[in-house]
């Protein structure tokens, strides 16, 4: 909601919900309300912080913002949440699929991982040894049939990097990951990126 104080000379934009406010003072030069980009972007850093909590809890969310640049801490939750996508590779064959060939233009890197690890902590579920959280389409294979062979299981499952689809594919004995492009999440492109891995 938006307030214009009594005076005129100052605009108010809050969200309760989110507890936060912004404050617009006018200019007396040329009337505009204006705001002082600093408070900007620190609205930003409490939204990203906030959006962290809901995955981390309050002890290994670091105050962070004076390390890191914005750009900087949104690619590390990028990656962050490309490792969630990924049901958990280690970083180790995360970093490799990321730098491999078959991985175009992928725009999160291995440093973007390590940040993401010096700023947020290590993985609270990879930690405890929790499996991970399957969601929707997960458990669609065969509970019973245990893959024995390279290939016969993978799991896959879509991710989007810069905007763009990409059909991310872990295999269940090797943990070998395959990336492949995606126009659109459309189902004929799945299917000719599963072609394409498989
Ligand atoms: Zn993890």
Same mark, same amino acid.
């Given at each position: 909601?938006?307030?214009?104080?009594?005076?005129?000379?100052?605009?108010?934009?809050?969200?309760?919900?989110?507890?936060?406010?912004?404050?617009? %003072?006018? !200019?007396?030069?040329?009337?505009?309300?204006? *705001? %002082?980009?600093?408070?900007? @972007?620190?609205?930003? /850093?409490?939204?990203? /912080? $906030?959006?962290?909590?809901?995955?981390?809890?309050?002890?290994?969310?670091?105050?962070?913002?004076?390390?890191?640049?914005? $750009?900087?801490?949104?690619?590390?939750?990028?990656?962050?949440?490309? %490792?969630?996508?990924? !049901? #958990?590779?280690?970083? /180790?064959?995360?970093?490799?699929?990321?730098? @491999?060939? &078959?991985?175009?233009?992928?725009?999160?890197?291995?440093? !973007?991982? &390590?940040?993401?690890?010096?700023?947020?902590?290590? *993985?609270?579920? *990879?930690? $405890?040894?929790?499996?991970?959280? #399957? /969601?929707?389409?997960? %458990? @669609?294979?065969?509970?019973?049939?245990?893959?024995?062979?390279?290939?016969?299981?993978? #799991?896959?499952?879509?991710?989007?990097?810069?905007?763009?689809?990409?059909?991310? &594919?872990?295999?269940?004995?090797?943990?070998?990951?395959?990336?492949?492009?995606? $126009? @659109?999440?459309?189902?004929?492109?799945?299917?000719?990126?599963?072609?394409?891995?498989?």
């Amino acid at each position: 909601m938006s307030l214009i104080s009594n005076d005129n000379l100052k605009i108010t934009l809050s969200n309760k919900d989110k507890s936060l406010v912004l404050v617009f %003072h006018e !200019d007396t030069n040329d009337h505009l309300y204006k *705001c %002082h980009a600093n408070n900007i @972007s620190k609205m930003v /850093k409490k939204l990203y /912080k $906030e959006e962290l909590l809901k995955v981390y809890n309050e002890g290994s969310v670091y105050n962070i913002a004076q390390f890191y640049t914005m $750009e900087q801490q949104a690619r590390a939750q990028e990656a962050i949440r490309l %490792h969630y996508a990924m !049901d #958990h590779p280690s970083d /180790k064959s995360l970093s490799a699929a990321l730098v @491999s060939p &078959s991985v175009i233009n992928a725009t999160i890197t291995p440093l !973007d991982l &390590s940040n993401a690890k010096v700023m947020y902590g290590p *993985c609270p579920d *990879c930690l $405890e040894g929790k499996p991970s959280r #399957h /969601k929707g389409m997960h %458990h @669609s294979w065969d509970p019973g049939g245990k893959a024995t062979n390279l290939g016969q299981l993978l #799991h896959v499952d879509i991710v989007f990097i810069a905007g763009k689809p990409r059909l991310f &594919s872990v295999d269940d004995i090797t943990g070998y990951i395959v990336m492949a492009r995606m $126009e @659109s999440k459309g189902q004929a492109d799945v299917n000719n990126a599963i072609d394409a891995i498989v």
